[in-house]
Structures are given as structure tokens and as C-alpha cells.
């Protein structure tokens, strides 16, 4: 079920190349990377990028940040994740959506809102404006939620990364963070039942993208 469709995102002032930015989101075992392919496909056009990652370095971090033999203190998990996210804006994502392209991005700055600033407790707050200088202030035009019970979710994870290991109440308090980011800025978000068949939810995550 669509839970909110957002008005699409105004027209680029004349003079300026067009550029849209679409991020999906949700917590470990919500199906992101079903969706992500499915919009792959119905998006020839757009360039598919994931978090972390898409680059190099970034890819790099994100072996370490996810190896499970390695113990990672919330706070240089944040950072680690920052500078991930700093290195692929930089490379990539500025000059994609200078060029008018239309990016779809399998994570952004709402994930760390999530799993660092209220999954680890460091504050929403203090990791937005970390992410803030790590981007530049870049933001989305369109956020897709995949909102599941965190215990399917946890039915569903294979448990094979560091994150993917945390309790119960690490992902009911993602979840919370999530729905309360969606609230907060109906506008950008679209909230998407993702226990709904995959063909449908792609169905409707297509009608819901500027």
C-alpha cells in the first residue's frame, strides 16, 4: 500500500540543467535491493549507485565497515560512513547530476540519520550536520521508505555482516527514526508497505518518482 505520495519536486529555474536525485531507503531486510533492480530496469536512463560505495575508496570503507571480524565504535562508524558518503558525492554524484542526469541511489544521509544518529544513540541531530559537511548540503528530490516490522525484517537478514548482527532493539529504534524523518518531510518522502508483493511495490515506486 502507498502510505504517501509527495507532490513532484518544482521545475528547474530556466537556464539550468534539470537534475533529479531519487535515494531508497528502509532498514536491513525491508528489500531494498529487489526494489533497486526493479528500478533499475524500469529507468534505463538513470544511473544506479549504492551506499556505501559506488567509488573506489568508498568501496573500500565499505569492506571494513561491514567486515564482522572488525570492532567499529559508533562513532568512527558514523565517520567512516561520512567519508564514504563525502568521496562518492564528490566523484560521482555532483558531477551526474550537473550533467542533468537522473541518479537513483540505494542509500544516502537518511540511513546514518537511522542506524548512527538513533540506532547507536549519537543523536540525529549531530549526524545530520556531520552528513552536511560531507555533502555539501546535497538532499534527495524523491526518498523511497520500504517500512517493514523490524522482527520480519530480521527473518529475512542473513545476519553475515556486522550491522546486519545487531538485536532487536537496535532495528525498532531505525524504524522509529525512519518514520519520524518521513513525517517530518512529507514533500520528499514516499512511504511504500514493503511486504507488498515486489511487482506491485515496483508498480507503485515507479507513479511515485518525479
Do not use: H
Not at 568508498?58 to 567486515?67: F, G, I, N, T, Y
Not at 550537473?98 to 549531530?126: E, I, P, W
Not at 512529507?186 to 511495490?201: K, N, Q, S, Y
Amino acid at each position: 500500500m502507498l502510505v504517501a505520495r509527495p507532490a513532484r519536486p518544482p521545475a528547474s529555474p530556466a537556464g539550468t540543467v534539470p537534475r533529479v536525485l531519487i535515494t531508497v531507503e528502509g532498514i536491513d531486510g525491508a528489500g531494498k535491493t529487489t526494489l533497486v533492480a526493479g528500478l533499475a530496469a524500469a529507468l534505463p536512463d538513470a544511473e544506479v549507485l549504492r551506499e556505501p560505495g559506488g567509488v573506489e575508496l568508498s568501496e573500500r570503507l565499505r569492506a571494513l565497515v561491514k567486515d564482522p571480524s572488525l570492532s567499529v565504535s559508533p562513532r568512527a562508524e558514523a565517520l567512516i560512513y561520512a567519508a564514504a558518503r563525502a568521496q562518492l558525492v564528490e566523484e560521482r554524484l555532483r558531477p551526474l547530476l550537473a550533467g542533468g542526469r537522473r541518479v537513483l541511489l540505494d542509500r544516502f544521509v537518511d540511513s546514518s540519520l537511522a542506524y548512527q544518529g538513533a540506532g547507536r544513540g549519537l543523536g540525529v541531530d549531530a549526524i545530520r550536520e556531520l552528513n552536511a559537511f560531507a555533502t555539501g548540503g546535497l538532499t534527495p528530490d524523491r526518498t523511497l521508505l520500504l517500512r517493514i516490522d523490524p522482527s520480519l525484517a530480521l527473518e529475512r537478514m542473513s545476519g553475515e555482516d556486522r550491522i546486519e548482527q545487531e538485536q532487536r532493539s537496535f532495528w525498532e529504534a531505525c524504524a522509529r527514526a525512519y518514520d519520524e524523518l518521513a513525517a517530518a518531510d512529507p514533500g520528499r518522502w514516499v512511504v511504500l508497505d514493503a511486504t507488498r508483493p515486489p511487482g506491485a511495490l515496483l508498480q507503485e515506486a515507479v507513479a511515485a518518482l518525479p
